[in-house]
């Protein structure tokens, strides 16, 4: 891709990255060492959660954002998974709640007290069981406030209903692993790519695929919505193995609109995509880079800003919410960079310059807050409604004053489209084949001890109607 500037004009043309001093970074992280490819890391206007190095099972840690510096190596850890933790996400309604996944074929949801952890956190929320094999993937609904989505390496995607705890739908239109998952601006479209080299657009509820690409000149890694701009963005490596990423028009996948020509490295390309500014973040995995872009509806599409550099490589991202931005110093994003080498995890901001002191309404317009546009319930039963939006102006007060409440409920048989999720299936790997057996044994022992309890009152009642039987003669 050629990068020489052609002139137009853009209030965003001289968006700078910015480091936090190392005071306000954060050190001594044991950050994960799992080579799977995704972030590992979760940011709210509270909290910064990373995943972290764990024997034992899978855990990761949760600091308050105010508490920078270097990190007790005794900092307690969420730490109730059996396998490792792939993916975690806070949710974008209550700030105290995320939501995790790991190779243990579970999805957890927690419970953040205010302040942070005091004591290791072993007991969730939520557990949410229905996939067969290892979860990689999680992402919560943009507008709704109990609607969790997962996708599991056994090629499906579960609609989970938190109000009652259980999946309501799921996906099974793939036929190899889910490499990533969008939404557009109302959640109404589920975007996927897929390690099967197509993009889909799922109409979720249903399940309905409304549109496919066979991605075979460009193969997918990563897709992003590109808000209300009827576009999506994908990165992924062309045919020469080049680095490269692709605009699409959502109502039609059978040939990108533009694909633009990155470099020559190997590393996974993170696309973060800001709505308010219409501005795309290509940050790469083992990188020290992070390029930038603005997307426009008309040609040429793509405009090359800036690129941000350093030499300290990525490991993944975590980006800071449009209400925990600093408006002040005219910051239109934030990224906290995991640099797995030093241990640390640095705030990168993305400055605009202005000299102006005054609040600039026209980088900040009104922006999806914390507050749900719909229930679970709403969202099911067919209805779409768009973010709810707030003003950064003169700070944001945030006015949820929701509880999450989590449904009690026995555990049982998960079955959806009259399939049991929880059916046996052939195991792939050792790992998972000593996770079955397990699994198996508890459930023989169980089985045992409520067939031992039976045969006691199968007893117990034959005594009594042997009494009965005995009295009933003498009366007569």
């Known amino acids: 891709m050629s990068w020489r500037p052609t002139y137009r004009s853009s209030k965003f043309r001289n968006v700078y990255g910015k480091v936090a001093n190392r005071e306000n970074c954060y050190d001594g992280i044991p950050i994960t060492k799992n080579v799977h490819d995704n972030h590992f890391c979760a940011v709210n206007s509270k909290f910064v959660a990373v995943v972290t190095e764990s024997a034992g099972g899978g855990a990761f840690i949760v600091i308050p954002v105010s508490q920078s510096g270097r990190l007790d190596s005794h900092y307690p850890k969420v730490c109730g998974h059996q396998g490792n933790v792939l993916d975690i996400k806070w949710n974008p309604f209550f700030e105290n709640i995320i939501a995790s996944c790991s190779e243990d074929t579970s999805v957890r949801v927690w419970e953040i007290p205010e302040g942070g952890l005091r004591r290791n956190m072993t007991e969730a929320v939520l557990e949410l069981y229905g996939h067969s094999r290892r979860v990689g993937l999680i992402e919560w609904h943009p507008t709704s406030s109990g609607i969790l989505f997962s996708a599991g390496y056994d090629y499906k995607v579960l609609i989970w209903n938190l109000e009652i705890g259980e999946p309501v739908k799921m996906i099974d239109c793939h036929t190899d692993v889910i490499l990533s998952m969008s939404f557009n601006t109302d959640g109404s479209l589920l975007a996927t790519s897929c390690k099967d080299k197509k993009l889909r657009v799922i109409e979720p509820r249903s399940g309905t695929v409304l549109q496919h690409a066979n991605c075979k000149n460009h193969r997918v890694n990563r897709v992003v919505f590109l808000g209300n701009m009827k ?64 997307i426009t509806t008309e040609k040429p599409y793509l405009q090359y800003l800036m690129e941000y550099r350093s030499p300290a490589p990525q490991k993944g991202l975590g980006v800071m919410p449009k209400h925990g931005l600093d408006v002040g110093s005219c910051e239109v994003f934030r990224f906290y960079k995991l640099v797995t080498l030093k241990g640390w995890i640095e705030p990168v901001s993305m400055i605009v310059p202005r000299r102006s002191d005054t609040y600039q309404e026209d980088i900040y317009p009104m922006t999806p807050g914390t507050e749900p546009a719909l229930s679970a319930s709403e969202w099911l039963s067919g209805i779409n409604r768009d973010p709810v939006l707030i003003s950064l102006k003169e700070g944001y007060q945030r006015p949820n004053q929701l509880v999450f409440k989590a449904p009690v409920k026995e555990k049982k048989s998960v079955v959806v489209n009259g399939i049991d999720l929880l059916e046996n299936v052939p195991p792939r790997t050792e790992n998972e084949l000593l996770r079955m057996f397990y699994r198996q044994q508890d459930e023989l022992r169980r089985l045992k001890e409520e067939l031992t309890t039976k045969d006691v009152r199968i007893r117990q009642l034959e005594l009594e109607l042997n009494n009965l039987n005995n009295v009933s003669p003498n009366n007569v």
């Open 231 to 294: 576009r999506l963005l994908t990165t992924g490596v062309s045919r020469w193995n080049t680095r490269q990423i692709a605009l699409w028009d959502q109502e039609d996948l059978s040939m990108p609109i533009v694909e633009e020509d990155i470099d020559g490295l190997s590393g996974l390309l993170f696309p973060f995509y800001d709505a308010d500014t219409h501005m795309l973040y290509l940050a790469g995995k083992g990188d020290g880079n992070i390029r930038y872009f603005e």
